[in-house]
């Protein structure tokens, strides 16, 4: 009997020990599980301010519909540096599952991080222009999912337009200043300036003369060897002119304005034109729901090419390839493109024009139907900052602010743009 009891007692002690095992096992590898160790957390870090909100009431569907996903949202934008954020993330530690990337040399930064999703479900269906950013040459390989299609240009206000007796809207740099000075003359601002903003001028508005090149690529793969300069090239002193006509026509103290107030002006109907994107459309309308508008491109000259709007893929999804939630994170980025709900939030909460050849461009307001109509006749610039060294565009922005401030000539802005990208490639 005495053996007996110490045998049970013995199994006891070893039973209890494993019980204690398994238990601190289990807590050790919930990672950010509830309770029940079923669902885990995303997190989701992205720059588009504008969408902020519908973004975060479409995660409640995808909740409800995986509740063993939760996905917590963080969104830094507008006027703040998101790739700065991202890389103070990556290096406190607090790295997103989900996060924005913009491609091209963006994509050679990150690579490292990034999972590939070259055989996800709706890696098929994304149109031609939407896979160029995040294909890999070296590899051939699919490392994010666009977010959508954007362009940009001059905003106009058709309203102040035909008030000003312009019957026809400009295409070429001749034109846009006479429209300009019969806004003036009528009374009204022409341009919303936003010069504090870096990305405006230094990323968007200075894209123009790159994009404009007989060939964009080969002319900035010609910057990176040496073979071609921005110091005497055509389209680079060409952009004097459209500089010149915004901030001579534009709204007072154009370096302090910011991206708020530049389309709250152009909202309001303070001015005429103002240079963004259609993703500036539910922002405009909150303002102004019965706004009569639509794009100009943004001339440099008077030449036939000068009438286009640059339309391109503005980032992408990305997944981290070290999170622990991988496959969760590949469920929520294919639901949102391939769901219903998901589909619906993409065109009509978000008013974007979709990257992909399964989504129908439903509920696009007048600036997404003008981007379609300059796609559609195919007057379109690429994007091509993507493909600058990692920095110029502040520093190009920097140059700008000091020229539109009287400090140094147009000469002098040639020379420093080419001295910045020599000095980063």
Same mark, same amino acid.
């Not at 090419?305 to 391109?312: E, I, K, N, Q, R």
């Given at each position: 009997?005495?053996?007996?009891?110490?045998?049970?007692?013995?199994?006891?002690?070893?039973?209890?020990?494993?019980?204690?095992?398994?238990? *601190?096992?289990?807590?050790?590898?919930?990672?950010?599980?509830?309770?029940?160790?079923?669902?885990?957390?995303?997190?989701?870090?992205?720059?588009?301010?504008?969408?902020?909100?519908?973004?975060?009431?479409?995660?409640?569907?995808?909740?409800?519909?995986?509740?063993?996903? @939760?996905?917590?949202?963080?969104?830094?934008?507008?006027?703040?540096?998101?790739?700065?954020?991202?890389?103070? =993330?990556?290096?406190?530690?607090? $790295?997103?599952?989900?996060?924005?990337?913009?491609?091209?040399?963006?994509?050679?930064?990150?690579?490292?991080?990034?999972?590939?999703?070259?055989?996800?479900?709706?890696?098929?269906?994304?149109? &031609?222009?939407?896979?160029?950013?995040?294909? *890999?040459?070296?590899?051939?390989?699919?490392?994010?999912?666009?977010?959508?299609?954007? +362009?940009?240009?001059?905003?106009?206000? =058709?309203?102040?337009? !035909?008030?000003?007796?312009?019957?026809?809207? &400009?295409?070429?740099?001749?034109?846009?200043?006479?429209?300009?000075?019969?806004?003036?003359?009528?009374?009204?601002?022409?341009?919303?300036?936003?010069?504090?903003?870096?990305?405006?001028? +230094? $990323?968007?508005?200075?894209?123009?003369?790159?994009?404009?090149?007989?060939?964009?690529?080969?002319?900035?793969?010609?910057l990176y060897e040496g073979t071609?300069?921005?110091?005497?090239?055509?389209?680079?002193?060409?952009f004097k002119e459209v500089l *010149?006509?915004?901030?001579?026509?534009?709204?007072?103290?154009?370096?302090?304005?910011?991206?708020?107030?530049?389309?709250? $002006?152009?909202?309001?109907?303070?001015?005429?034109?103002?240079?963004? +994107?259609?993703?500036?459309?539910?922002?405009?309308?909150?303002?102004?729901?019965?706004?009569?508008?639509?794009?100009?491109?943004?001339?440099?000259?008077?030449?036939?090419?000068?009438?286009?709007?640059?339309?391109?893929?503005?980032?992408?999804?990305?997944?981290? @390839?070290?999170?622990?939630?991988?496959?969760?994170? =590949?469920?929520?980025?294919?639901?949102?493109?391939?769901?219903?709900?998901?589909?619906?939030?993409?065109?009509?909460?978000?008013?974007?024009?979709?990257?992909?050849?399964?989504?129908? &461009?439903?509920?696009? +307001? *007048?600036?997404?139907?003008?981007?379609?109509?300059y796609s559609t006749a195919e007057?379109?610039?690429?994007?091509?900052?993507?493909?600058?060294?990692?920095?110029?565009? @502040?520093?190009?922005?920097?140059?700008?602010? !000091?020229?539109?401030?009287?400090?140094?000539?147009?000469?002098?802005?040639?020379?420093?743009? $080419?001295?910045?990208?020599?000095?980063?490639?």
């Amino acid at each position: 009997m005495k053996r007996l009891v110490l045998l049970l007692l013995s199994l006891s002690l070893v039973v209890g020990i494993f019980a204690g095992c398994s238990s *601190d096992n289990s807590s050790g590898n919930s990672n950010n599980n509830s309770g029940d160790g079923d669902q885990v957390t995303l997190n989701l870090f992205q720059f588009k301010v504008e969408i902020a909100d519908q973004l975060a009431e479409m995660i409640k569907e995808f909740e409800a519909e995986h509740p063993n996903i @939760k996905v917590k949202l963080e969104t830094v934008g507008g006027g703040a540096d998101y790739g700065a954020a991202l890389k103070a =993330k990556f290096a406190s530690g607090e $790295q997103p599952d989900i996060f924005n990337n913009g491609g091209f040399k963006e994509l050679e930064l990150w690579k490292e991080h990034l999972a590939d999703l070259s055989e996800e479900p709706w890696a098929e269906h994304v149109l &031609p222009i939407g896979k160029v950013p995040m294909t *890999d040459p070296a590899d051939g390989k699919l490392y994010g999912m666009p977010v959508n299609l954007e +362009g940009y240009g001059f905003i106009y206000n =058709k309203d102040l337009f !035909e008030e000003a007796g312009i019957t026809e809207p &400009p295409t070429n740099i001749t034109e846009l200043k006479a429209a300009a000075e019969k806004l003036e003359a009528a009374g009204i601002t022409p341009f919303s300036a936003g010069y504090a903003e870096w990305w405006v001028i +230094g $990323q968007h508005l200075l894209n123009i003369p790159f994009a404009q090149q007989e060939d964009p690529e080969a002319f900035i793969a010609g910057l990176y060897e040496g073979t071609e300069k921005i110091v005497g090239n055509k389209h680079f002193e060409d952009f004097k002119e459209v500089l *010149d006509a915004e901030i001579n026509f534009g709204n007072e103290n154009p370096l302090t304005t910011d991206y708020n107030t530049q389309v709250t $002006q152009f909202a309001s109907g303070q001015t005429a034109m103002l240079q963004q +994107g259609n993703w500036t459309e539910n922002m405009i309308y909150e303002v102004d729901p019965d706004m009569n508008m639509g794009f100009l491109p943004i001339p440099i000259n008077d030449d036939a090419s000068a009438d286009s709007l640059p339309v391109g893929v503005p980032n992408n999804w990305a997944i981290n @390839k070290n999170s622990e939630n991988i496959e969760e994170a =590949k469920t929520f980025l294919n639901w949102m493109v391939s769901s219903e709900t998901g589909q619906r939030y993409i065109t009509e909460e978000f008013a974007f024009i979709p990257a992909f050849d399964n989504i129908e &461009p439903a509920g696009l +307001g *007048d600036l997404g139907q003008s981007i379609l109509e300059y796609s559609t006749a195919e007057k379109t610039v690429p994007w091509t900052w993507f493909m600058w060294p990692d920095g110029a565009n @502040k520093e190009f922005a920097a140059t700008i602010q !000091e020229y539109a401030a009287g400090r140094i000539d147009y000469d002098t802005v040639l020379e420093r743009f $080419q001295t910045t990208w020599d000095n980063l490639k």
